[in-house]
């Protein structure tokens, strides 16, 4: 995440093959055309969320798909984010915003419990939103209808510029469409049905990525959201020849949201968005942005958003979209395409910060600033002839999808996280999965439909 002002201040989707796509190979409906999973047991987090549904008369599906925007609904062990928000749903206190602190009042809930406790913070959520609803006058027929919250889960989000709110409130409704299937901290497995919802965006409407925002002028495909002026210096006094990866521990409109705060003190000239790439431009490249204090002065900034301890946020479309953006930069600035000029937040001199961790595959992304596969990153039908995915733990072989491909390595039972090796390329297989809402997918070959002679079912 972005660090200071100048002198003071996850799983790896390597997805060469696009699923779907990939399915469409094999005749196969994609994951997200398929039937609904049966609903989990009813575990812990999911009788939190219909609790704080029906007490406060907010959809649950709303509720649950603001915290899969969030955080992936992960507390991360009540630590802040980087705008100091907590908990799942990401309750929020710094100087512009206190829905933290809103939660406590209209629950009673400490705000201890309120950061910690996952059926608080989801509870002080909930109640956030309702206030917000009755602020906005929904009526009781209007908290009915899913389409009628777009306003609440703008306001909810982003309390910067509406175009910034509208992406955090789109992001949300992205969720709804595509629906979830995930496992919330602590392994329980949330489920929201895929459905198709038409967003009432009302003073929303004319502003935003879908209402012709303002293109970057420094890079023409990203969207134009400046940061608040006393959050980045006007000017340089130093070329530029560097640039620094971040991830931003929060979410993407969030984070844009928060370098539009003018307690922020910290800022990115770039945010990637996670699930399909969109980047928003905050500062000028002319401009130094206060993203990684002593490399300030000669570095452009750029943002991922996700979280460094969950690798399930760094996916294909944000390390495609993200070298393409490295990549004009190198063009632009002379920057030699290595990764001494191409460096993350904690590589930079005189940063204490983590990002972006031992998650982010820095092979594969220089291979796509490169434009060649450096060794690395071999697209998935190179792995095997007929690799099957299965879509979850078990001992049936039954397939999601096969891939053809035109060399022989075996791969079975493949531990996630280990290596492929294979004539030289050395490769993270589980990286061209699917997620499956958490669902741990095993890779193995077969042969004719049957297991090869020794191999452990996984």
């Excluded at 510029?161 to 409704?173: G, H």
């Excluded at 390390?319 to 993350?344: C, E, K, Q």
Aim: hydrophobic share 35%; charged share 20%.
């Amino acid at each position: 995440m972005s660090s200071s002002l100048p002198a003071g201040r996850a799983r790896t989707a390597l997805c060469a093959v696009v699923v779907a796509a990939a399915l469409a190979l094999t005749g196969q409906p994609s994951p997200a055309a398929a039937a609904p999973a049966p609903n989990a047991p009813d575990g812990s987090v999911n009788r939190a969320f219909d609790r704080a549904a029906v007490a406060h008369d907010v959809p649950r599906d709303l509720l649950v798909a603001v915290g899969y925007g969030e955080t992936r609904l992960d507390g991360h062990e009540g630590l802040p984010s980087q705008d100091n928000g907590y908990g799942m749903m990401h309750l929020v206190s710094n100087p512009q915003r206190h829905t933290l602190e809103q939660a406590a009042r209209l629950t009673g809930e400490s705000v201890a419990d309120l950061k910690s406790d996952t059926d608080a913070n989801i509870h002080g959520a909930a109640a956030v939103l309702r206030a917000l609803a009755d602020e906005a006058g929904l009526d009781a027929s209007d908290r009915d209808r899913l389409g009628a919250w777009y306003p609440v889960a703008a306001r909810y989000g982003a309390s910067g510029s509406d175009a910034a709110a509208r992406l955090y409130a789109d992001a949300v409704y992205d969720v709804l469409g595509e629906g979830v299937r995930t496992r919330a901290d602590g392994g329980e497995q949330v489920t929201v049905a895929p459905r198709e919802v038409r967003p009432q965006r009302g003073e929303y409407a004319g502003t935003g990525p879908g209402a012709g925002a303002s293109a970057s002028a420094d890079y023409p495909p990203a969207l134009w959201n400046p940061a608040y002026s006393g959050n980045y210096a006007a000017g340089r006094n130093s070329a530029i020849t560097t640039v620094v990866v971040h991830v931003t521990q929060g979410s993407y409109a969030g984070s844009i949201s928060w370098f539009q705060n003018p307690s922020a003190q910290v800022s990115a000239h770039y945010v990637v968005r996670s699930s399909d790439g969109q980047i928003t431009q905050s500062v000028r490249e002319g401009d130094t942005a206060w993203h990684a204090r002593s490399a300030n002065p000669y570095s452009v900034g750029v943002e991922h958003e996700g979280y460094v301890s969950d690798p399930a946020w760094f996916t294909d479309a944000m390390y495609r979209s993200s070298a393409a953006l490295t990549r004009h930069l190198t063009d632009r600035y002379g920057i030699p395409r290595d990764r001494a000029h191409i460096v993350g937040h904690s590589e930079v001199p005189g940063n204490d910060h983590t990002d972006p961790g031992p998650h982010w595959d820095w092979a594969y992304y220089m291979s796509l600033v490169r434009g060649d596969d450096g060794g690395t990153g071999t697209p998935f039908p190179t792995w095997g002839t007929d690799v099957s995915v299965r879509q979850q733990p078990s001992t049936d072989s039954a397939r999601v999808a096969s891939l053809p491909g035109p060399t022989s390595v075996r791969v079975a039972c493949q531990v996630h996280g280990g290596l492929v090796e294979y004539d030289g390329y050395s490769n993270d297989a589980w990286s061209y999965l699917p997620d499956y809402g958490g669902y741990v997918s095993n890779i193995f070959i077969d042969v004719d439909d049957a297991w090869l002679p020794g191999v452990p079912t996984c």
